[in-house]
């Protein structure tokens, strides 16, 4: 059986191949990332040209020291295609993501895309989203307020998220509460809403936006799911 981080490697492989020359190809964040990032190193070691638009300041330092050329969203009309991760997938290909705390851009960058390939081990894989809490990205001014009203309409306890005894802050100046919803019955209501609180940026409800998930198994299989 393979490891997680072999599957995530797999899968990376095969993704990879999907970038073409002088393409724009958005670039997510996080561990399943990490191995994409490598192997486009390679692939550019071989001569592949394409440009990269990263979804944070980790992606962009990984990606440049690999020597991949990157750009920002405000350089380009659309992207080909966007690679990245999730932290929860359900049957419609509707996404949890944020565990990484670049939801915000990469929703931005996801939203420029042709195409959202999301890669995953099978872990991700889930019935119903919500076991994995929500991540909703804040403005610090009064994020106390937000979390009283996310108690007072959904009866649940949204933690502020923690780094090193600190508030994790974005790359964009955020705070991120963590909703443990549980079970999220209607991803596009419930994102509309959470949207709509005041000070309230972005939520990690990724509706109706993958295109394709590239999913690995233990035994080395790999699946394409198509929404
Ligand atoms: C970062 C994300 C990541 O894509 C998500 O957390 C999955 O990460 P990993 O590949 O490390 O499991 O949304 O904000």
């Given at each position: ?30 561990s ?14 071989q ?11 980790r ?6 020291e ?7 969203l405000?350089?380009?009309?659309s ?8 932290d ?9 993501k ?22 995953a ?6 019935k119903?989203l919500?076991?994995?809490p929500?991540?909703l ?6 994020w ?7 108690k ?23 705070y ?15 994102s ?21 998930v ?9 699946e394409?799911?198509?929404?």
């Amino acid at each position: 059986m393979l490891t997680q981080d072999e599957i995530k490697k797999l899968v990376a492989q095969q993704a990879v191949e999907l970038v073409q020359n002088n393409m724009t190809v958005g670039i997510g964040t996080g561990s399943t990332i990490y191995w994409l990032i490598m192997e486009l190193g390679e692939r550019v070691k071989q001569g592949l040209f394409f440009r990269a638009i990263p979804t944070s300041k980790r992606t962009a330092a990984l990606a440049a020291e690999q020597n991949i050329p990157l750009a920002e969203l405000n350089d380009v009309t659309s992207i080909d295609i966007t690679i990245d991760g999730a932290d929860e997938i359900d049957p419609n290909l509707q996404l949890i993501k944020g565990g990484g705390g670049a939801l915000l851009q990469e929703k931005m960058v996801a939203a420029a895309s042709r195409e959202l390939l999301i890669l995953a081990d099978e872990t991700k894989l889930v019935k119903q989203l919500g076991k994995f809490p929500l991540p909703l990205e804040v403005i610090p001014f009064g994020w106390k307020q937000v979390q009283r009203k996310i108690k007072e309409v959904y009866h649940i306890e949204a933690s502020l998220r923690i780094k090193d005894n600190q508030p994790f802050v974005s790359d964009h100046g955020h705070y991120i509460l963590d909703c443990p919803f549980q079970q999220i019955e209607n991803p596009d209501i419930l994102s509309y809403d959470l949207n709509a609180i005041p000070g309230v940026v972005d939520n990690g409800l990724f509706v109706n936006m993958a295109d394709l998930v590239l999913v690995g198994y233990g035994d080395g299989r790999t699946e394409t799911l198509h929404r």
